[in-house]
């Protein structure tokens, strides 16, 4: 039969063959229960969590916790609105004055997901005939974002810098100009050199934006990302950022210092249409933001996990995607996606989940088994991590 | 530049992306003919842009799928 799914049939038949080997679906798990920022019964056996975006580990904090029960006590489970209607409470305030009091910037916009965030902010700023400037690399929401707002979308090679000025330069007169970067890039875990590449934007005319959802709470003095690292954080017109990830719950924001970026909350489609985060999600996620701005010696055991893990790894004979650990997230590249599938399958027979990232999430059409470390994980958890990784490994013939 | 030295330096650049060696014609597509997947497309149309000194921004790209229209748009595009 053919119709409008037909155009899936290859996705379908090369699913269908991964699953005939015998392997789990690495896309259907399910976590049973979750014990700790670490630690998840999955198919009915304690599981190390080494996949998660929970950096900080900040989702069973007493605090959060306490700040989140107690928000549905006294707002209810939800908003059932828009934020500029009825859908804008005193916990949605309370996250935007945590998030400009944590950057240090005039204005902090909230949106219901970091995807949002993105496809708003980059869709209502570059519009037609305006020119969109970004890395090869980018997330799926900021390609959707560029997408939906009409601009001119122009790509360059993952940070290379000569690329993207000479695209800026061939750039016609008197055009609007956006640069989209991201500070961590989640498939590798690798770096952008911000501080050069924000430099050839600024002399070329551009307004910069972004991504730092890898990187707040841990990268920085104060943890607000690659651009505070490189101290560059005064040229970029727009962060865009995560609750999902450091501060443990789900929403997205933008945060500027753009005189007039008020107008945005009128004008943003993606921030008017939808409904707002529900009082417990912003009450959990303002005390967490709160939290995370004193939260230096987690930042300091999460690069220990790291940099740990990172050279454990590569002492074994792993491939991975960075030369050192250059964020919270290590790549282990697979030879294919087969065998990636059953090295997931055997690290998970362990007791150790990772993600599993294949084409066309990933950079190069490479399979990867991405770790991400946490700042709850222990010196212990870290040492049992990189035993699992030798014993997988060596069964499926990776090293 | 005029087409047939537009289409003359595109063909140079094609070259080492053409691994199976397919004749060109104006109507050979580049998903279909020569097979490539969207990382070679990208690479492909850095290397058109770099050459020329233009750019082919992703709203131009989805309109051009056969060698004879990136020709066509290559010799717009130079002015």
Same mark, same amino acid.
């Given at each position: ?36 920022? $670490? ?322 999430? $990933? ?37 | 530049? +005029? ?46 842009? +770099? ?29």
């Amino acid at each position: 039969m053919t119709d409008l799914f037909s155009k899936f049939d290859p996705l379908i038949e090369q699913r269908r063959a991964l699953l005939d080997t015998g392997v789990t679906d690495p896309f259907n798990l399910v976590m049973e229960r979750v014990l700790s920022p $670490t630690r998840a019964i999955c198919n009915g056996r304690e599981t190390i969590l080494l996949g998660t975006y929970n950096y900080m580990g900040m989702t069973f904090d007493p605090d959060v916790i306490a700040a989140g029960k107690q928000a549905l006590d006294e707002f209810g489970s939800g908003t059932t609105g828009s934020r500029v209607l009825n859908g804008t409470y005193a916990g949605h305030k309370l996250c935007e004055d945590a998030l400009k009091e944590f950057y240090g910037m005039d204005h902090a916009m909230v949106f219901s997901t970091g995807y949002q965030a993105n496809l708003g902010i980059i869709s209502t700023i570059a519009g037609k005939g305006d020119y969109i400037v970004l890395d090869i690399d980018s997330h799926a929401s900021i390609w959707d974002g560029c997408k939906m707002g009409d601009a001119e979308v122009v790509p360059f090679k993952h940070n290379d810098i000569v690329a993207m000025e000479k695209r800026l330069k061939r750039i016609p007169e008197g055009a609007g100009k956006l640069v989209v970067l991201e500070g961590v890039y989640s498939m590798l875990g690798d770096i952008a050199p911000l501080k050069e590449m924000i430099k050839v934007a600024k002399d070329n005319g551009a307004m910069v934006l972004v991504d730092e959802a890898h990187s707040m709470g841990f990268i920085g003095p104060n943890g607000r990302g690659v651009a505070e690292e490189q101290g560059c954080l005064d040229d970029v017109d727009f962060v865009i950022g995560t609750f999902s990830k450091s501060v443990g719950t789900v929403g997205g924001f933008c945060v500027s210092n753009h005189p007039k970026f008020e107008i945005m909350r009128l004008v943003c489609r993606p921030y008017v249409f939808t409904a707002s985060l529900p009082p417990s999600v912003v009450h959990t996620a303002a005390t967490s933001i709160r939290k995370l701005m004193h939260a230096g010696d987690k930042r300091a055991h999460l690069w220990e996990n790291s940099r740990t893990l990172h050279k454990a790894l590569r002492d074994k004979g792993f491939q991975l995607g960075t030369e050192e650990a250059q964020s919270a997230i290590i790549a282990v590249i697979m030879p294919d996606l087969e065998r990636g599938a059953m090295m997931w399958e055997a690290l998970l027979r362990e007791g150790l989940y990772v993600n599993l990232a294949r084409p066309p999430a $990933t950079p190069a059409n490479m399979t990867l088994l991405r770790c991400s470390l946490c700042a709850e994980h222990s010196a212990e958890q870290v040492q049992t991590i990189i035993g699992m990784f030798e014993r997988a490994g060596k069964a499926v013939g990776i090293i | 530049m +005029d087409r047939a030295a537009t289409a003359q330096k595109i063909a140079e650049v094609i070259e080492p992306f053409n691994k199976k060696g397919v004749a060109l014609t104006d109507a050979t597509t580049f998903a279909g003919d020569l097979e490539w997947d969207s990382l070679t497309v990208m690479d492909f149309v850095a290397a058109i842009e +770099d050459e020329f000194d233009i750019i082919i921004s992703m709203n131009q790209q989805a309109e051009i799928e056969t060698y004879g229209q990136l020709i066509d748009a290559v010799t717009k595009l130079q002015g």
